[in-house]
């Protein structure tokens, strides 16, 4: 893993080496090539190091914040990149998401979903979302629980504007990988369990980071977030 920031010349060995070892977990747990997508967590980094890394063919980013995500797209407005919102949703930044984003991957309330719904410009076409679902049953983090997955899944398929793709999880650090594959399989059982109950457009599993994308890859997953191995270390915060 990456222990400082990586430099412009760094990013290439770094992102090359995410995208081998994706290749590499795909092979060894029997998972169709390719099927895993990189997005590239850019939380903190500046439109030039985003650019960088665009400019070295990848394409999907992710962000956590809006208004820092918001001077980065302006930024970067002349690049056919899809983003993906990942971070916590408050009411009042819903118009925003709604109308830039690609992805959100944080809906946890109906509520959300409804606002999303209601604001996504039409002319830019259902707006991608999934489920946000907590994992570790910590009352801090954000999610529903797995017992309320099916209940916000059926508000969210009567959204027109919304197309419910998967299920996205960020558990709390396990501490080996037996656990962190235990945790990512209750996800992954959750999701099938939408699928046979007739939401079959709900595949994707949003899971994985830079320290448990190999856990992740074993169970399923469809799309991994990656930061610091990608980027370096983050050592600034917005
Ligand atoms: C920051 C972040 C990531 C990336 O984490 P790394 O450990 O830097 O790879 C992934 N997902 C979410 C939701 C994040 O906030």
Request: glycine letters at 8%; hydrophobic letters at 45%; proline letters at 4%.
């Amino acid at each position: 893993m990456a222990t400082l920031t990586n430099h412009t010349g760094n990013l290439q060995t770094a992102l090359v080496n995410v995208r081998q070892r994706i290749a590499e977990f795909e092979r060894k747990y029997a998972r169709e090539p390719g099927c895993v997508q990189l997005l590239a967590v850019s939380k903190t980094q500046g439109p030039e190091r985003v650019h960088a890394v665009y400019e070295l063919g990848q394409h999907r980013f992710a962000e956590n914040y809006l208004q820092e995500a918001l001077g980065k797209m302006d930024a970067l407005a002349d690049c056919a990149i899809e983003w993906h919102f990942i971070g916590p949703i408050q009411s009042n930044k819903t118009r925003d998401l709604a109308a830039r984003f690609d992805w959100v991957h944080s809906v946890d309330r109906l509520k959300i979903a409804q606002r999303l719904n209601e604001q996504r410009p039409p002319a830019r076409g259902p707006l991608n979302v999934l489920i946000q679902v907590n994992l570790s049953d910590e009352d801090s983090k954000s999610g529903v629980a797995v017992g309320e997955v099916a209940s916000l899944a059926a508000g969210i398929a009567g959204m027109p504007q919304l197309q419910l793709r998967g299920l996205m999880a960020i558990p709390a650090a396990a501490t080996d990988f037996a656990a962190q594959r235990l945790v990512f399989r209750r996800l992954a059982q959750a999701r099938d369990q939408l699928v046979a109950n007739g939401h079959s457009g709900c595949r994707e599993l949003s899971i994985g980071m830079s320290s448990d994308f190999e856990a992740a890859i074993a169970e399923g997953a469809t799309m991994v977030r990656i930061g610091t191995d990608i980027f370096g270390a983050r050592v600034t915060m917005p």
